[in-house]
C-alpha cells in the first residue's frame, strides 16, 4: 500500500527565498508523479507532472525532480512571492490504483 | 474551455439526511473520479467512473454511491449522512480512463469542490 509522506508539514518564508518542499513514498512502482497547488477550501490545481522515466521537470519558478528508485520528490521553488502561500500536495501515480495523496506542506510566504 | 464544475459550491445537511453531490467534466474527458478531502488532511479517493462504468472503489461505507450519465456528468450521492462526513468533496476528471495503457500519462483535473458540513 502506497504511503506518502510531506515534510515540513508547514513552512513560513520571507518574500525572495527559495525553498524546498519534500515528498517521500513508500512504493517506487509509480508511471509518474504529480505536484499540486492548494488554496484554502478550494480545489487542486497541477503544476507539474513527472514522468518515471524524468528525472526533473520545470515550469516558470517551480523545478521538481524525482528520484523513483529511493522513493523521493522535491519541489523547488525559487524566488517565492506571497502569492505562493497555499498548500502543495504530491501524488505519486501507480497507474492502476488511485492517486494517493500525502497530508500537504502549509506554505506561508510573508511581504 | 471550462474546467471541472461542481455544484452546490457549499451545503449544510443534518446528521440523517441525504446529498447529492455534482460534478461536470471538462470536454471530451470520459473519466471521472471522487475525492473526499477532510481538513488537514489529502484527499481520499471515493470512486472512479469511466463511460458509465464503475472502474475502482476506495475503502469507503455503502453509504456512499455514485453514478456517470451519458454526458460524462456524474453524481456523488451519500445516505444517512453523518458527522465525519463534514469534508470538502473533490471532483477530477481525465480524458481516459486510469490503469488504461494511455491512461498512466494522464493528468487528473480538479474541480474547485463541494465543501458538506453535517450539523
Known amino acids: 500500500k502506497q504511503e506518502v509522506t510531506q515534510i515540513p508539514a508547514a513552512l513560513s518564508v520571507p518574500e525572495g527565498e527559495n525553498l524546498v518542499l519534500n515528498c517521500s513514498f513508500t512504493d517506487s512502482a509509480i508511471y509518474n508523479l504529480q505536484w499540486f497547488r492548494q488554496d484554502p477550501g478550494k480545489g487542486l490545481t497541477s503544476l507539474l507532472l513527472?514522468?518515471?522515466?524524468?528525472r526533473e521537470q520545470t515550469s516558470g519558478r517551480l523545478n521538481a525532480s524525482l528520484d523513483k528508485s529511493s522513493g523521493r520528490s522535491t519541489l523547488y521553488i525559487a524566488a517565492s512571492q506571497p502569492g505562493d502561500s497555499a498548500t502543495y500536495l504530491c501524488?505519486?501515480?501507480?497507474?492502476?490504483?488511485?492517486?494517493?495523496f500525502g497530508k500537504g506542506t502549509r506554505l506561508s510566504v510573508i511581504a | 474551455d471550462a474546467g471541472v464544475t461542481q455544484s452546490p459550491t457549499h451545503l449544510i445537511k443534518t446528521r440523517g439526511q441525504h446529498v447529492t453531490l455534482r460534478c461536470s467534466p471538462i470536454s471530451g474527458h470520459k473519466s471521472v473520479s471522487w475525492y473526499q478531502q477532510v481538513l488537514g488532511q489529502g484527499p481520499q479517493f471515493i470512486f472512479q467512473?469511466?463511460?458509465?462504468?464503475?472502474?475502482g472503489r476506495g475503502n469507503f461505507p455503502d453509504r456512499f454511491s455514485a453514478r456517470q450519465f451519458p454526458n460524462y456528468s456524474s453524481e456523488l450521492n451519500v445516505n444517512a449522512l453523518l458527522l465525519g462526513d463534514s469534508a470538502l468533496y473533490l471532483c477530477a476528471s481525465s480524458r481516459n480512463a486510469r490503469g488504461r495503457g494511455q491512461g498512466v500519462r494522464e493528468k487528473l483535473f480538479f474541480g474547485s469542490g463541494t465543501q458538506l458540513s453535517v450539523l
Open positions: 513527472i514522468q518515471s522515466s524524468q
Open positions: 501524488a505519486p501515480d501507480g497507474g492502476n490504483t488511485p492517486l494517493v
Open positions: 467512473y469511466y463511460e458509465k462504468e464503475e472502474r
